[in-house]
């Protein structure tokens, strides 16, 4: 099993950044790809970012430019750096990872960015 242990959300302004922080630990061998999710109120989960084992990147076309991932690889961290934050960003963050296998690990709780004048 893996667990995912994110941080760094909170409160911003639009033009503004943040950092979000995702700790991976367990059966880390068993991950093919890492990624942010997010989901804001009345809408479906989608995916922000994400990074495969290979190195290779996905991006959602409405964060490309703004954010990037970054990966520390000693620490087991993947990090996401979100700049020029919009309103339309407000989401509860999720990440996760593709099990090599198929499919994701369980779920955490998220993380809150909001951004708001």
């Known amino acids: 099993q893996v667990q995912f242990v994110e941080s760094g959300g909170g409160l911003v302004q639009p033009g503004g950044s943040l950092r979000l922080s995702c700790a991976a630990s367990g059966s880390l061998r068993s991950i093919y790809a890492i990624g942010w999710y997010r989901q804001a109120p009345g809408k479906q989960r989608e995916l922000v970012a994400a990074?495969?084992?290979?190195?290779?990147?996905n991006y959602a076309d409405s964060v490309k430019g703004r954010f990037t991932l970054a990966v520390n690889d000693p620490k087991n961290t993947v990090y996401l750096q979100m700049n020029d934050l919009k309103p339309e960003d407000t989401a509860l963050y999720y990440c996760n990872g593709q099990r090599r296998a198929g499919g994701w690990y369980d779920w955490g709780q998220g993380i809150q960015v909001t951004v708001s004048s």
């Open positions: 990074i495969a084992d290979g190195g290779g990147t």
